[in-house]
């Protein structure tokens, strides 16, 4: 296992003190969140939270257009494009819940992310 592979898996382990085979899903989440907001998973200039997973949680629920997430390289694409991501955006915070029994298999992931 290599040292970006264990980044991702000391991340969970310090939510929930477990690693069990839903942290391959939040792991590889958190690899998709980079490259939808063109953010590192932990930044230390973002004040309101370092953990890319905390920040676009803020950001969903707060009075922005969630396609603020998104990074901004991605401006001027097509619509389309733009609503698949957004689609996959909506996938990637459900394969982050907290609770990791509550996280679909890294199987159903990729049927979700298929069928978008």
Same mark, same amino acid.
């Given at each position: 296992? !290599?040292? &970006?592979?264990?980044?991702?898996? &000391?991340? @969970? #382990?310090? #939510?929930?003190?477990?690693?069990?085979?839903? %942290? !391959?899903?939040?792991?590889?989440?958190? =690899?998709? *969140?980079?490259?939808? %907001?063109?953010?590192?998973?932990? @930044?230390?200039?973002?004040?309101?939270? /370092?953990?890319?997973?905390?920040?676009?949680?803020?950001?969903?629920? %707060?009075?922005?257009?969630?396609?603020?997430? *998104? !990074?901004?390289? &991605? +401006?001027?694409?097509? !619509? +389309?494009?733009?609503?698949?991501? *957004? *689609?996959?955006?909506?996938?990637?915070? &459900?394969? =982050?819940? /907290?609770?990791?029994?509550?996280?679909?298999?890294?199987?159903?992931?990729?049927?979700?992310?298929?069928?978008?």
């Amino acid at each position: 296992m !290599d040292l &970006f592979v264990l980044f991702y898996f &000391f991340a @969970e #382990y310090g #939510y929930t003190m477990n690693i069990t085979k839903k %942290s !391959d899903v939040y792991s590889y989440i958190v =690899v998709l *969140l980079e490259i939808l %907001s063109g953010r590192s998973a932990v @930044e230390n200039r973002v004040r309101e939270g /370092s953990h890319i997973v905390e920040w676009v949680k803020k950001k969903m629920v %707060s009075f922005e257009p969630t396609v603020t997430i *998104l !990074d901004a390289k &991605f +401006q001027g694409i097509p !619509d +389309q494009m733009v609503q698949e991501m *957004l *689609l996959t955006l909506g996938i990637a915070m &459900f394969c =982050v819940n /907290s609770s990791p029994p509550e996280r679909p298999t890294m199987k159903e992931v990729v049927a979700l992310l298929m069928e978008v």
